[in-house]
């Protein structure tokens, strides 16, 4: 028998689905090491075994199927564990953050012509001092 049909239900359970949800992730949302999976999913096209592998979700499934095997040997408990398996995956997922995407602030229109400056005063090319500033909004 090998050794981890040995540990403990409980801890078979959450290894398994950490192998399922690291396998999925690596063959859904990676380029694997040399770019390997990247190439497989490019030369799998637009096909059913290329749409699988852009789908978490129904990946997963695929994944779980074998893993379940380290759970249960009976039908019933090879069809719950591998149900269970897919969808603790899935919730791993989900926990996982959104990456952070950086949007550029919205200017008021009056400092568009500002070219990058933090500057809120401007030089007075007329005034014979011309090195001096004065500012944009004199307060009277």
Do not use: D, F, K
């Given at each position: 028998m090998p050794v981890v049909m040995e540990l403990p239900l409980w801890l078979r359970f959450v290894l398994a689905v950490l192998a399922t949800w690291r396998v999925t992730h690596l063959l859904a949302r990676e380029d694997g090491p040399a770019d390997l999976i990247a190439r497989l999913r490019a030369r799998l096209g637009d096909g059913f075994w290329g749409r699988l592998m852009d789908c978490f979700y129904c990946l997963s499934l695929w994944v779980a199927a074998p893993a379940a095997f380290a759970l249960s040997r009976e039908p019933l408990g090879l069809v719950l564990a591998w149900l269970g398996l897919s969808g603790?995956?899935?919730?791993?997922?989900?926990?996982?953050?959104?990456?952070?995407v950086f949007h550029p602030l919205q200017q008021p229109e009056e400092a568009l012509d500002t070219h990058g400056m933090l500057r809120t005063e401007t030089l007075d090319p007329s005034h014979p001092g011309h090195n001096e500033t004065i500012p944009e909004n004199p307060r009277a």
């Open positions: 603790a995956a899935c919730l791993l997922n989900r926990l996982g953050q959104e990456p952070v």
